[in-house]
């Protein structure tokens, strides 16, 4: 599939009310998924939806967390092929370390730490698909 049709996916996707868009060609499998905006406003709750909703009580931070994976591909625990792992098991890691990268048709995004801690569980071995949230690291 070329690039061209790949960015009309895209477009068509994000334009329209496609939550998600899965498309085959030559061997070649592309999955479009739309996700809600955190910035545009929710639709209003019904009293009975409103009430279902329990008061969230802020933390500075807690005891115990997984990190998710942010998309669906290959995830990687190094920068490159033959490197050491980004964290292991019982790692001190600081807020914005880099924890591990997912790979998805060419790019790689990396995964920061939303806090600091020590690593509990990794999730995933190296060159394993996740999918959109799905755990990959437990930080405590």
């Not at 790949?6 to 998924?33: C, H, N, Q, Y």
Request: hydrophobic share 40%.
């Amino acid at each position: 599939m070329d690039l061209q049709k790949i960015k009309t996916l895209l477009d068509f996707v994000g334009r329209s009310r496609v939550s998600e868009l899965t498309v085959s060609e030559a061997g070649t499998t592309v999955i479009v998924r739309n996700l809600p905006s955190p910035f545009l406003p929710t639709p209003p709750m019904t009293p009975r939806e409103n009430a279902q909703i329990a008061p969230a009580v802020p933390k500075e931070q807690p005891d115990s967390s997984h990190v998710h994976a942010p998309l669906s591909g290959v995830v990687h625990q190094a920068n490159s092929p033959g490197a050491a792992p980004l964290v292991a098991m019982g790692d001190v890691i600081e807020a914005g370390q880099a924890l591990c990268i997912v790979e998805a048709m060419k790019v790689f995004t990396t995964v920061p730490a939303p806090f600091g801690g020590v690593v509990k569980r990794i999730f995933f071995d190296d060159g394993q698909e996740v999918s959109l949230g799905d755990p990959l690291v437990e930080i405590g």
